[in-house]
C-alpha cells in the first residue's frame, strides 16, 4: 500500500471517532438524559462529574482530533498525492492528534477511576449529599456492582458515566495509534515520495 493510499485509509476511521469522541462528551453533560442538572451546575451546584467538564472528548478526541484526520485525507486526494511537503505536515498535525489523544484518555481514565458525582449514601453515610463517593476506591467501584446502589440520583448515573467515559478510552486508544501510524507513514512519504511520484513525472 502506498503511502498515500495508508494516509486515506487512516482519515476515514479518524472521522468517525473524532465524532463518537465528540458525542460522548456532549452526552456525559446530561446525566440520566436530563437537562436540570447541568442547569444547577451552572448555577454552582455540583451536579455534573469534574472529568467532564475538562473537555477531553470534545477538544481532545475530537477537534484536535479532526483536524489532522482533514489534513490526512487532503493529502490521499486520488489515494497517491506525490506531495512531499503535504506527507510532512501531515507528521505535525498527526502528532497534535496524538497529544489529543493521549489527553482524552487520560482524562477517560481519571473519570472512570474517580466516578460520577451523584447524590448518594451508604451505610457509613446515610444521609443523602451530592459527591463523588467512589473517588478514593481507585477504581474497585467498577468492580463491585453494589456500590453502584449508592447513587440515588441521577437515575442509572453509574451505569451512564461508566459507558460513555470506556467509549472514550477506547475511542483515544484507536485514535493514538492511527495518529502514531500517520506520523510514520508521513515521514515515509515525506523521504520516499508517494506511489503517485513517477506518475507525475511522465
Not at 452526552?27 to 454552582?44: H, I, N, Q, S, V
Amino acid at each position: 500500500m502506498c503511502t498515500g493510499a495508508c494516509s486515506k485509509f487512516i482519515a476515514i476511521p479518524l472521522y468517525i471517532l473524532a465524532a463518537v469522541s465528540i458525542i460522548c462528551n456532549i452526552m456525559l453533560f446530561f446525566p440520566g438524559f436530563e437537562t436540570k442538572y447541568a442547569a444547577e451546575d451552572r448555577e454552582g451546584e455540583k451536579r455534573i462529574t469534574e472529568e467532564v467538564k475538562y473537555m477531553a472528548g470534545l477538544i481532545g478526541g475530537g477537534i484536535l482530533v479532526l483536524v489532522p484526520a482533514i489534513h490526512t485525507h487532503l493529502t490521499s486526494a486520488k489515494n497517491c498525492c506525490a506531495n512531499r511537503c503535504g506527507m510532512f505536515l501531515s507528521i505535525g498535525f498527526a502528532a497534535a492528534g496524538a497529544v489529543g489523544a493521549i489527553y482524552s484518555l487520560s482524562v477517560a481514565a481519571l473519570g472512570l477511576s474517580n466516578g460520577p458525582t451523584c447524590l448518594w449514601r451508604n451505610l457509613q453515610s446515610p444521609i443523602p449529599q451530592w459527591g463523588t463517593p467512589f473517588a478514593n476506591s481507585n477504581g474497585s467501584y467498577l468492580g463491585n456492582k453494589a456500590m453502584w446502589d449508592w447513587c440515588k440520583e441521577p437515575e442509572d448515573v453509574v451505569e451512564f458515566n461508566v459507558g460513555l467515559f470506556s467509549t472514550l478510552l477506547v475511542a483515544a486508544c484507536f485514535e493514538l495509534a492511527l495518529c502514531l501510524i500517520q506520523m510514520v507513514n508521513g515521514l515515509f512519504g515525506c523521504l520516499c515520495g508517494t506511489c503517485g511520484g513517477k506518475e507525475v513525472r511522465a
